[in-house]
């Protein structure tokens, strides 16, 4: 390990304060402990800067940072922790999740091994409904010419091998490589404003650096409710579009030209389950998977991409 790195963790979070106190703990318990872990949080979140105070008075919180933001979303919150983040070395991970004793050594370790990687994450060991999600997969973190996105972070598997996009619970940067780089403020959504480490990565590629994704580096990762549109597993009409609208978005900029076309066709026609196009949401609807639902996803769909289109265009 090079003692010259110092790493600096970002915590954001938002009104869930057990979760909170339990990724703490497992950042205290780290083999390798960070330099500092800054958590990002609301000024009006009473609970949570109640529980900050309490673990600021603790013998051994040295690293603690508090900084504060008064804009709602993840987006506000990251590049606040960037802006306070001092090491050399910028690791995130999410209030609902608990890295494993020894993720931030083999982060760092990571970046040693690799001097060509500009960020390096890992796998999200998924706790859902009472159950683990399981699998195995080699295709993690890709963007396709056309624009369909893979993700599978939660399930990867095999040796450490470069991606196109990381997962904000488990990811970190080098400075040099984000230096000057803000995650995208022209997202969408109030809370988790879905994508946003999908654009930060394919910023930090766009720069030419590498980026690694290592299974064996591991946080358990308990998703929590939400404190906006966004419910997870409750369809909800603006969380559909902002999601929609950030994909088709961050396609619009970093897909080249024919890629650009082919997305168009490929997000209209096509599309995937969770975001379908007419094709699919026609196959969906016959399927018996709600006939009027996957039309009206479709339909968000199409608005998102004209929206997308036009943002990109200002």
């Known amino acids: 390990m090079n003692g010259a790195q110092r790493l600096s963790v970002i915590v954001p979070t938002y009104r869930r304060p057990a979760d909170l106190a339990r990724c703490l703990a497992a950042l205290e318990a780290q083999l390798r402990p960070a330099d500092e872990v800054i958590v990002v949080a609301r000024a009006d979140d009473a609970a949570t800067q109640a529980l900050l ?23 506000a919150a990251y590049n606040r922790g960037l802006q306070a983040a001092g090491g050399e070395l910028i690791g995130f991970t999410d209030d609902d999740a608990a890295p494993h004793p020894d993720w931030t050594r083999r982060l760092v370790d990571g970046f040693e091994r690799h001097p060509e990687a500009g960020g390096i994450g890992g796998r999200d060991i998924v706790h859902e409904k009472g159950t683990v999600l399981a699998g195995a997969m080699r295709r993690v973190g ?22 196109h996009v990381l997962k904000g619970v488990n990811m970190a940067f080098r400075r040099t490589a984000v230096e000057g780089l803000r995650f995208d403020e022209r997202l969408r959504g109030t809370g988790a404003q879905v994508h946003c480490e999908m654009q930060f990565s394919l910023d930090v590629r766009q720069r030419a650096w590498e980026l690694i994704y290592d299974p064996s580096i591991l946080v358990e990762h308990y998703p929590a409710p939400r404190s ?40 209209t026609l096509i599309g995937t389950r969770a975001d379908p196009g007419l094709a699919r949401a026609l196959t969906l609807a016959i399927g018996g998977a709600g006939p009027a639902l996957a039309l009206r996803k479709w339909w968000i769909g199409i ?5 997308a289109w036009q943002e990109a265009k200002r």
Do not use: K
């Open 53 to 75: 105070r309490e673990r600021l008075r603790r013998p051994g919180s040295d690293a603690l940072r508090v900084a504060l933001v008064g804009e709602p979303g993840v987006v």
């Open 142 to 163: 890709l963007v396709r010419w056309y624009g369909r996105a893979i993700g599978n972070h939660h399930i990867g598997c095999g040796e450490p091998r470069p991606v």
């Open 228 to 267: 906006d549109e966004d419910q997870r597993f409750i369809f909800n009409h603006a969380a559909f579009y902002n999601a929609s609208f950030n994909l088709r978005l961050i396609m619009r900029d970093h897909l080249s030209l024919p890629g650009r076309c082919a997305f168009v066709v490929y997000a």
């Open 303 to 307: 608005r998102a991409l004209r929206g």
